[in-house]
């Protein structure tokens, strides 16, 4: 899950983006519509978390302008503003989720794991690839039952896969997904992460090829 959050406090801004880390999910940080449209116009994310109170435009501005193009992103609100108007007017202009500050982190990543269902059509967390179970809550990862532990960065390359299988993604669009703007990694990172996950779900039904000179396809081994 690769969210984008348009925030001009910076405290919440850190706070949020650290949770978010230790949970295994890259969130990058903005502080204005204007930066986040920028961001938009070159990168893409499963998810917007969304203020209202923002230096220049608001963020009303910017979910009406997401909606006028056709953008089907979930976008989760994200507010001081308590007021039933404010709600309303938000959900009319497209909001997929209303929270009201302060929050307690566990509920928002609750939030953004139900938005991520319910566009893609999902009813539970349970990802289930033949003998594969993966929990997106708690990141359990089971093959035949068994419990199988995975590095954070493991747990990523995993869900990334789950959530598209049968596509060929390239290397870019891999990092793009794994790792937030100012996040440093060499190029043999992902192959090597990709190398550790294939030997731990040697047993399992999900297979990652690599399909030389376009990237890897994940797939279940029928």
């Not at 990543?109 to 938005?115: E, G, K, P």
Request: hydrophobic content about 40%.
């Amino acid at each position: 899950m690769r969210i984008l959050l348009i925030e001009d406090n910076e405290t919440l801004a850190d706070a949020t983006q650290e949770y978010f880390r230790q949970i295994g999910h890259p969130l990058d940080w903005t502080i204005s519509v204007e930066q986040a449209e920028r961001t938009l116009s070159w990168d893409d994310f499963d998810l917007l978390i969304l203020d209202i109170n923002l230096p220049g435009r608001s963020g009303y501005q910017l979910l009406q302008s997401l909606r006028c193009k056709g953008k089907t992103i979930p976008v989760l609100i994200l507010t001081a503003r308590a007021e039933i108007d404010d709600r309303v007017s938000a959900l009319d202009l497209g909001a997929d989720d209303y929270m009201v500050k302060p929050i307690d982190f566990r509920e928002l990543a609750a939030r953004c794991r139900a938005l991520l269902r319910r566009e893609r059509g999902e009813a539970s967390n349970a990802l289930i690839c033949g003998n594969l179970v993966f929990d997106l809550a708690t990141h359990q990862v089971t093959v035949n039952g068994e419990l199988v532990e995975l590095r954070l960065r493991e747990v990523q390359l995993l869900e990334l896969f789950l959530n598209n299988l049968d596509r060929v993604l390239t290397k870019e669009e891999i990092a793009n997904r794994l790792y937030t703007f100012d996040e440093a990694h060499t190029p043999n990172a992902i192959e090597q992460t990709l190398t550790r996950l294939r030997r731990k779900l040697a047993n399992s039904s999900l297979l990652i090829k690599t399909i030389r000179g376009l990237g890897y396809l994940g797939h279940i081994d029928d």
